[in-house]
């Protein structure tokens, strides 16, 4: 007798779908579950990933960084745009006094090419003029150093309020980094708690917390980066300012300094 041939592959495996459906089958005619997958609640995950909407179910922490940062963004280009201005002003007019004093031979005859200015550089002429007159009984010796010594306090001055604001922009440019890396932080602590509470690594669970804090990073970068270009435009913008005001400053010593050797031509002998 031969030996009875083994069943084939294809009769096992089918055996074996036949015996899983009938052991689901009753499962569920009696009510039963049937083991899932366990599934994040579409609820808990966030529907739009925009910045936006990024910001509007970030944490009350995070969002108050995003808005402090968004303050300071809007207050640098305030500040670049009233303090462009106000420079490119200030430098036109200097610009334009220090070339009427180029052709005048005398103080008096300045003040009438200055005429009704009231810039800096009408200052400069006018605190030159009052030191002549009040130095009128003086020994001419020290006029001119007198009248140096109010220059430069005139020059430091109007130094001084050109550049008042510029040090906002250097605060801004070096704090806000760090203030967006504080919401960084923050959010993603934040994001770790909701993955405890979860009770699951799901990409889809972490990565919504994880966005929403670098937003806070790249917001912080936005204000802070054309902070530090603008500080430093400004930076050599009013260098130059100050450089026109020094020649300003020194065409008047020389103005006033060929007034008094008119006025005293024996003490100009005598000092050459």
Same mark, same amino acid.
């Given at each position: 007798m031969t030996a009875p041939a083994a069943p084939s592959t294809f009769k096992i495996f089918r055996f074996a779908g036949v015996a899983a459906v009938g052991s689901v089958l009753p499962m569920l005619a009696h009510g039963q579950d049937? !083991?899932?997958?366990?599934?994040?609640?579409?609820?808990?995950?966030?529907?739009?990933?925009?910045?936006w909407g990024m910001f509007l179910g970030a944490d009350p922490v995070v969002k108050a960084v995003?808005?402090?940062? #968004?303050? =300071?963004?809007?207050?640098?280009?305030?500040v670049w745009l009233a303090k462009s201005i106000e420079l490119m002003r200030?430098?036109?007019?200097?610009?334009?006094?220090?070339?009427?004093?180029?052709?005048?031979?005398?103080?008096?005859?300045?003040?009438? =090419?200055?005429g009704a200015d009231r810039g800096v550089v009408a200052?400069?002429?006018r605190a030159a003029t009052e030191e002549v007159r009040l130095s009128a009984d003086l020994? !001419?010796?020290? @006029?001119k150093q007198r009248i140096a010594g109010r220059l430069e306090r005139i020059e430091a001055a109007a130094g001084r309020a050109?550049?008042? *604001?510029?040090?906002?922009?250097?605060?801004?440019g070096s704090t806000a980094p760090f203030v967006g890396l504080f919401g960084t932080v923050w959010g993603i602590m934040n994001s770790f708690v909701g993955i405890s509470k979860a009770q699951t690594t799901s990409l889809a669970v972490?990565?919504?917390? @994880? #966005?929403?804090?670098?937003?806070?990073? =790249? @917001? *912080?970068l936005v204000a802070a980066i054309p902070a530090v270009v603008?500080?430093?435009?400004?930076?050599?913008? @009013?260098? *130059?300012?100050?450089?026109?005001? *020094?020649?300003?400053? #020194?065409?008047?010593?020389r103005i006033a300094g060929r007034d008094l050797d008119r006025q005293h031509p024996r003490l100009a002998d005598a000092a050459e």
């Open positions: 049937v !083991v899932r997958v366990p599934t994040l609640p579409a609820a808990h995950l966030p529907s739009n990933l925009s910045p995003m808005i402090g940062l #968004a303050f =300071a963004s809007v207050v640098t280009w305030t200030a430098k036109r007019a200097a610009a334009s006094g220090l070339r009427r004093l180029a052709t005048a031979p005398s103080l008096p005859e300045a003040q009438l =090419a200055l200052s400069l002429l020994p !001419v010796s020290g @006029i050109m550049a008042r *604001g510029t040090g906002l922009l250097a605060t801004i972490v990565a919504p917390g @994880i #966005a929403e804090a670098l937003l806070a990073t =790249a @917001i *912080g603008i500080y430093n435009v400004f930076a050599r913008a @009013i260098g *130059g300012y100050r450089a026109l005001l *020094g020649d300003a400053s #020194a065409e008047v010593l």
